[in-house]
């Protein structure tokens, strides 16, 4: 949900509250007012109507009937109670229902006769007052709100709209792209400070993407050039004649090891430049055909250790890749398999729209399961292994946003990797 809307809608469910509280409070404040003012009244007649029988006293066996809201009647004996006030309902003439209204009772004493006397008012038309007033405040209230809410949304689009630039301009920005990130500039000082900060990030990671990027391609070509050097200058020794079996062994064991550090120098090298997400060019890779291609150099080793290949590939399966990221995957998987599986056994292939599924007979694995995808954690009974073959396949699934997956069936003796697309 978007902030502006999320705003809004608390500023109305904070507003629903409030104005039914409004309702409520409102009414009560009108009634007791009301109450108020006819309290007033009736005690306004009170004196009237005393103030009538001091000046012209009735007979008994008449009393003045001025008002349908005034009676008068003679009490036996004396009263000295206060005068009393208290809300009741009759039902008026004319009228079908019950109504409410105000009722005040009194005693006046008038030479020895005392006069009970009751003064009624009706509440119906200030209630239907009060009503009116409620109802027309309410709408008033939320006729306000809605005017407010509505310029909420349009005040905060227009506020707001240098962030969103500045997240429109952050979600393409591309370290490695021709063009520094260029944010937007608002009068906002909030906003202001953001894109300044943004700006000096991008520029400083910018910076440090470029210093590596030069340092692994430098490294690369710098270690390379001695290893391939010594490499030669080692098969130059070895055609020597003056040599006896043992430095000829201690030759091989050399150049094992200088092919051994150069492959474990290239891996490390492409293990940075993923991590560094220098390989940025995607294209649409035939996974089915790559992984046909790399079975194809295998045949030759697989038909000399009498490795059976199964195949069942889909070659119409695509996916949005780097293809010398894919290459890498993919060969690493097939390579692992065939180094690792046992002769005279078979290595199972499957490529279809959602998974890469290979798998190999073997032993056990030397080491526990979940360290299989570690960094240098290898077999050690092959000298040739670098132990970073499987850290390879796992950074680039993860770079792509796919799962790797690994598991052994003891009584089959099967190695299973699992690609899930």
């Known amino acids: 949900m978007k902030l502006l809307h999320k705003t809004t809608l608390y500023l109305l469910l904070a507003a629903l509250p409030i104005s039914l509280g409004g309702v409520f409070l409102l009414h009560a404040v009108i009634h007791r007012y009301i109450r108020h003012e006819i309290d007033e009244l009736l005690a306004s007649e009170l004196i009237q109507v005393k103030e009538q029988l001091r000046q012209h006293p009735p007979p008994a066996a008449y009393l003045p009937g001025w008002d349908p809201n005034v009676q008068i009647r003679l009490t036996g004996s004396p009263q000295s109670a206060p005068s ?15 109504q409410p209204i105000r009722m005040l009772r009194a005693t006046y004493a008038l030479g020895n006769r005392y006069y009970g006397i009751t003064l009624q008012q009706s509440y119906l038309e200030f209630d239907e007052i009060a009503r009116a007033l409620s109802v027309g405040v309410i709408v008033c209230f939320l006729l306000v709100v ?33 063009d520094e990130a260029q944010f937007p500039v608002s009068n906002v000082a909030e906003f202001t400070l953001l894109s300044q900060s943004l700006d000096e990030m ?30 030669f200058e080692l098969d130059l020794l070895q055609q020597s004649e003056r ?27 492409l293990l940075a430049k993923i991590d560094n997400h220098q390989f940025a060019q995607n294209a ?51 390579k692992n398999a065939f180094r690792h599986g046992a002769a005279n056994s078979s290595v199972f292939v499957e490529v279809s729209t959602s998974r890469f599924v290979i798998s190999n007979e073997g032993d056990p694995l030397p080491f526990p399961e979940d360290q299989l995808f570690g960094r240098f954690v ?26 790797v997956r690994y598991s052994y069936v003891s009584g089959m003796r099967r190695h299973m990797l699992l690609v899930d697309f």
């Open 202 to 231: 991008s520029r400083r990671s910018r910076q440090q993407y470029i210093q590596q990027k030069q340092f692994t391609d430098n490294a690369s070509h710098e270690m390379q050039t001695p290893l391939s050097v010594l490499s």
């Open 378 to 403: 290898r077999n050690q009974a092959l000298s040739q292994s670098t132990g970073l073959g499987l850290s390879l396949v796992k950074e680039i699934a993860e770079q792509y946003d796919m799962r």
């Open 84 to 98: 009393v006030y208290s809300d009741t309902t009759i039902l008026l003439p004319g009228e079908k229902e019950s």
């Open 284 to 334: 649409s890779v035939n996974i089915g055909e790559l992984v046909t291609q790399i079975l194809d150099n295998y045949t030759d080793f697989a038909a000399h250790r009498c490795i059976t290949i199964t195949r069942l590939i889909d070659k119409d399966t695509h996916r949005l890749l780097n293809q010398q990221l894919a290459e890498v995957l993919f060969s690493n998987l097939i």
């Open 146 to 178: 809605l005017v407010l809410v509505g310029a909420d949304i349009l005040v905060t689009r227009r506020i707001w709209r240098p962030f969103y630039g500045i997240v429109d301009q952050l979600q393409h920005y591309r370290i490695d792209g021709p």
């Open 243 to 269: 040599l006896d079996e043992a430095d000829l062994d201690r030759i091989q064991r050399s150049q094992q090891e200088i092919r051994r550090l150069s492959a474990m120098n290239q891996s490390l090298l």
